[in-house]
C-alpha cells in the first residue's frame, strides 16, 4: 500500500464515519461533531498551503473569522438568511482579501512569511476588536440560523441532525476540492516549487503565481468554514481570528502531516477529542494538550499517518 | 502640544522600545544564531513577571528578582536547548512553531495552577519611587528612567560583546555562515546552549523590570512576543542593530499612537510592519535571512 492508498482509506472511513454520527449519537455529542468536522475542514484547508505549497501561515484563523464576521454584518435582523447567498458572498469577500493579504506576503519567504501572516492575523483581530465594527470586544449575535432556499424548496437547518448533516456536506466537498487539487497538475507544481524553485521558474510557470493561488483557495476553504462555525454558535466575536486558533489549526495539520489529504482532518479529530476528555477530567487540561504537542514534534515530527505508514511496508520497499 | 509632552512622549517610546528590545534581541539572535523560532519567548517574558510578583510576595523586596531572574532563564534556557531543542535540529520551522506553541500552553497553564486567574500590581520599588518634575504640569516616574538606563547598559554590553570579544566574534561568524563556523572549530553545541540560555534569561529579566509599569496577568506574553516579531521582521531578521532600531520605532509608534489614535494604536503596528515589508522585504537592516 502507498501513502495515496492509505490516504484515499481514511478518507473514506471518515466519510462513512461522518455518516453514522446522527445514527449513532444525539444532542451534545452531535453538536461536538458538528465542531470537530468544521474544524478539520480548516486544517485540511491549512494544510494544503503547509504540504505542497510549503507557506507556513500563522494567520488562518483570520480568513476563518473574517468569514464569520461577513455573515454576521449580511445575517437580516428579524428572519433566517439565505444560505446559499450569504455563504457565497462571505466566502467571495474571503478570497478577495486573501489574495490582497497573499499578494503582500507571499512576496517574503520562509521566516519572513510565517511573521507576515502572524501580522496580518493579529492585523485582522485588532480590527474587530478595537474599531467598533462588528460589536467591537463583545462581538455580534446571530440570532437565526441560515436556511437553504432553492426554487420550491426550503430546508431548515435548525436542529442538531440536520445542521450536522449539512456541515458534514460541505467539509466533504471541500476535503475533496483539496484531495483532487492535490493529485492534479497544480498539486505537482506547487510540491515541484517548493522543493526546487529554479527549475520551475525554467520551465516557465511563476512560482509567486502557484502559491498566491493555492493561498487564495485555502483561505477561501477557512472562510467557508468560519461561516459553518457562525451559523453553528449564533456568535462571532474577535478571538475567533486570534493566532491562538491559528496556531491550534496548525498543530492539528502537524499532528495529522502535512503530506496527506486526510492527516490534517485527523490532526484535528484527535487533537479536538483529547481536548474534550481532557476537560472533563482536569480543569488544567491544556497542560495536557501541551504535553502532547511536545511528545509529538519530538517523536513523529512528520505527523501520525506518515508515522502510521512506515508499518505498510510498499511494494518496492519489499523487493528491495 | 507642548514641549514637555511631547519629551514626556519620547522618553515613554525609548523605554517601551528598550523594554521590547530586551526580549526581541534574544529572538533575533536565537534566529540568527540557530535558525530557530521560539514563540514561547513571550511566556518566558511572563515567568520574569510573575517571579517578580512572588519575590515582592515573599520575599518583600524587588531587587531580589533581578539576579534570580537571571539565573532562572539561563537555567531554563539549558534546559530548553539541552532536551528540547537539540533533537529538533535539521527540522524545518514548523516544528520549532509547534514544539514553542506547545511550550506556551504548558508555560501559561502552570501560571495559572501557580497563581491563579488574577491580575496583580506591583508596587514600584524604592527608592525610586518618587517622580523628577520636569514643568509645572509634567512629572516623569523615576522608575522609567531607570528602565531606559539598564536598556542602555544592556544595549552598550551586548553591542561590546558582539563587537570586541572573541565569543561575539565567533557568534557573528555562526550567523554569517554556521557550517564553515563549525568547520573552523565553534562549539556549536556549547554555542547554542550558550545562545539559548542568554537568550531566555533576557526575556525573564525583560520581564522583571516591566512588571512594576505593566500589571502582572495571564497571557501577558502573547502581546510581547508578537510585537518582538514585528521587531525583528522590521529590523532584518538576525540583525542585532535592527533590532534596536524597529525596538525604538515600535516604542514611537506605541506612544505616539496610544496619544493621537488610542482606538487604533495596536492597529498601527501592524500596519508599520506591513508598510516596511512591501517596500523592503527583507526588513530595513540585511539580517542573515535564517
Known sequence: MSKDHIDAGLLVALAVLALLVPYIWSGYEIKLATTITIQAGLAV????????????SIGHAAFF????YLFAMLAPASEPANLLNTLLLAVCGTAVCAAVVGAISIRSRGLYFILMTLAFGQLGY??????????????TYIYFRPEVRLPGLDISLDGAAPFYQFVSLVVFAAVALVWWLRRSAFGSLLVAARDNEMRIRAFGYSPYALRLVAFVISAAIAGAMGYLSAAQHGFVAPEMLAWHNSATALVMVLIGGKDTTSGPAIGAILLLLAEEL?????????????????????AAPQGIVPYLARFFPTRRAQHA | MSAFFFFVQLLNAVQ???????????LTLLLGIMGVINLAHGAFYMVGAYLAFAVVQHLASFWLALPLAIVLGLVLGALLEHFLLARLEGADHLSQVLLSFGLILLINEAQRIIFGNDAHGIEVPAPLNFSIPLSETFA??????????VGIAFVIALGLVMGRTRIGMMLRASAENRTMARALGVDAKLMYLGVTAAGISCAVLAGVIAAPIASVYPGMGDQVLILSFVVIVLGGIGSLNGALVGALLLGAVDAFGKQFFPDFAAFLVYVAMIAVLIVRPQGLFRGTGA
Request: charged content about 5%.
Open chain 1, 65 to 68: 473569522g473574517l468569514a464569520a
Open chain 1, 45 to 56: 484547508a491549512l494544510g494544503f498551503v503547509v504540504g505542497p505549497a510549503g507557506l507556513i
Open chain 2, 140 to 149: 516623569y516616574p523615576a522608575y522609567r528612567l531607570f528602565v531606559c538606563g
Open chain 1, 278 to 298: 481532557l476537560q472533563r477530567a482536569t480543569e488544567h487540561w491544556l497542560v495536557g494538550i501541551g504535553l502532547i504537542i511536545v511528545v509529538i514534534v519530538i
Open chain 2, 16 to 26: 517601551f522600545g528598550l523594554v521590547l528590545y530586551l526580549v526581541a534581541s534574544g
Open chain 1, 126 to 139: 485588532h480590527f474587530f476588536h478595537d474599531t467598533g465594527i462588528g460589536g467591537s470586544a463583545d462581538g
